[in-house]
C-alpha cells in the first residue's frame, strides 16, 4: 500500500475511534434517564413537607446551599475544589434564582443523574455521585419542602472552574469514567442508605484519585477535604476513625451530639453535626451507628518512627507546659467529661498529622447540641505560637505517653496556615 494511502486509513481509523469514543461518552451520559414530563407535579401536603423538611435537614443541604449572612437554602456559597470553585445553588421557591419553575421530574433527575433542569450537567461539587440512592419518595418530599421555602431572590455567582473543568466536553467524559446512576429498584438497609446516600459521607470520606474521581475501591477510607484543608479519617482504619470495636451507643453519641467516651468531632465535622446529624432520628442514628460498626476494617499501622530531635522536644516540653498542660494534664490524660486525653488518643498517632496542626492553628471546638448544650473548647494559638513551635509541641506530644507517632515538620505546619 503507497504510502499516502496507509496515511489516509489511519487517518480514518483514528476518525472512527474518536467517534466511537464520542458515542460511547454521550451514550453513557444517558444511562438511565427517562423523559421529563413537563406537567408534573405533585401534591404538597404538610405530612410530605414535613417528611422533606427532615430528609434535607439530614443530608445536610443547608450547610451548603447557606451562604453566611444568607437566607437559608438561597444559595452562594463556595464549595472549593481543586479545579477552581462552585457556588451552591438556590434552592428556594425563586422563580428567577431558585427552583420556583422546577417540577418534581427535574428536581429528580437532578438528584439521581446529576443534570440541571436546562440540560446541562452539574459538576460534581454537587454529590450526586451520593445522592443517586436518594429513592423517588425522598426525592419527592424534599422537593415539596424545598417549594415551600419562601422565595430569595439572591443570584448566584457563576463558578470559578479552570478551563477545560468548566466545560459540559469535560464533565461528560468525567461522569463518563466515575459515574452510573444506581439502580432505582436497589434496596439498602437504612443505615447504608443514610451513610451512602443521603448522608453523602464518602463526599469527603473516599480518597479522589487526580481527576476527582472516587476511588471506588477504597470507600470510605480516608482524604482531604479541599477548601476545608482538614483531614476526613477513615471510617475503615482503627487507626483512624473505624468504629468496629465500639458500642453502637457510643456511635450514637458521636454522630447525634458531638462527643463519646471515645472521642469527639470538631472541624468541618463539628458543623455537620450541628446541622444535620444531631436531628437524627432515634432508628435512624441507630441504623447509621450499626451500618458503620459493621464496616469491613481495611487497617493500617499507626504513625511510627521520624522521632523528633532533642532539641525539638525540649522546646516542644517547655510549650507543652506553658500552653497545654493545665487542660490535658502533665501526664496528656486530660480530664474525663472536659478535655480529652492526649497520651494513647488515635488522633494524636494518626499517620497523618494536619487536624492536629488545624486544631492547634485554629482552635478545638465541638458542635453546640441538645445532647451537649454546652461543650468544652480549644482556643486558637493561630497567634501565639510560631510554626516551629507548633511544630515542636505536636511533636513532644506525638512522642510522649507511648503515643510513637511521627514528628510534625515546621513545612506542614506553614502550608496549613497559609491555606486556611
Request: aromatic share 8%.
Amino acid at each position: 500500500m503507497k504510502p499516502r494511502r496507509l496515511f489516509a486509513a489511519g487517518l480514518l481509523a483514528l476518525a472512527l475511534l474518536a467517534g466511537a469514543g464520542v458515542y460511547a461518552v454521550i451514550a453513557l451520559n444517558r444511562l438511565g434517564e427517562a423523559p421529563i414530563n413537563p406537567r408534573a407535579s405533585l401534591p404538597a401536603s404538610a405530612e410530605m413537607v414535613a417528611r422533606g423538611a427532615y430528609l434535607a435537614r439530614i443530608g445536610d443541604c443547608v450547610s451548603c446551599h447557606t451562604r453566611p449572612g444568607g437566607a437559608p437554602y438561597a444559595g452562594g456559597r463556595a464549595i472549593e475544589t481543586p479545579f477552581g470553585a462552585v457556588f451552591a445553588s438556590n434552592l428556594t421557591s425563586d422563580d428567577t434564582n431558585g427552583i420556583g419553575r422546577w417540577n418534581p421530574d427535574e428536581f429528580w433527575r437532578a438528584l439521581h443523574h446529576g443534570r440541571s433542569r436546562d440540560g446541562r450537567l452539574l459538576a460534581p461539587a454537587f454529590p450526586y455521585t451520593d445522592y443517586t440512592h436518594v429513592t423517588r419518595g425522598d426525592s419527592d418530599a424534599i422537593f415539596s419542602f424545598l417549594r415551600s421555602l419562601p422565595p430569595a431572590a439572591q443570584p448566584v455567582p457563576a463558578s470559578t472552574l479552570r478551563f477545560p473543568y468548566n466545560t459540559q466536553a469535560a464533565l461528560a467524559v468525567w461522569r463518563a469514567l466515575y459515574f452510573r446512576p444506581a439502580e432505582t429498584d436497589a434496596r439498602m438497609e437504612r443505615g447504608e442508605y443514610l451513610v451512602k446516600g443521603l448522608g453523602h459521607c464518602g463526599t469527603c470520606h473516599t480518597p479522589r484519585d487526580g481527576l476527582g474521581g472516587p476511588l471506588r475501591d477504597h470507600p470510605l477510607a480516608g482524604a482531604l477535604v479541599h477548601g476545608e484543608n482538614w483531614w476526613a479519617p477513615s471510617l475503615v482504619s482503627a487507626s483512624q476513625a473505624g468504629m468496629a470495636d465500639w458500642p453502637v451507643h457510643d456511635i450514637v453519641a458521636l454522630l447525634t451530639t458531638g462527643v463519646s467516651p471515645r472521642g469527639g468531632v470538631s472541624g468541618p465535622m463539628a458543623e455537620v453535626v450541628f446541622a444535620s446529624l444531631q436531628h437524627l432520628s432515634a432508628g435512624d442514628a441507630r441504623a447509621m451507628a450499626e451500618w458503620l460498626r459493621a464496616l469491613p476494617a481495611a487497617d493500617e499501622p499507626a504513625a511510627q518512627g521520624g522521632a523528633a530531635a532533642g532539641p525539638v522536644l525540649t522546646r516542644g516540653r517547655e510549650v507543652y507546659q506553658d500552653h497545654c498542660a493545665q487542660c490535658h494534664g502533665d501526664d496528656g490524660r486530660g480530664k474525663d467529661g472536659a478535655f480529652p486525653a492526649l497520651a494513647g488518643n488515635r488522633a494524636v498517632r494518626m499517620a497523618e498529622p494536619l487536624n492536629l496542626i488545624q486544631i492547634v492553628l485554629q482552635g478545638g471546638y465541638q458542635p453546640a447540641t441538645a445532647g451537649n448544650p454546652r461543650p468544652f473548647g480549644m482556643p486558637p494559638f493561630r497567634h501565639a505560637l510560631s510554626d516551629a513551635d507548633v511544630a515542636a509541641v505536636l511533636s513532644f506530644i506525638r512522642g510522649t505517653w507511648d503515643n510513637r507517632a511521627g514528628r510534625v515538620e515546621v513545612v506542614d505546619v506553614h502550608r496549613a496556615r497559609e491555606r486556611r
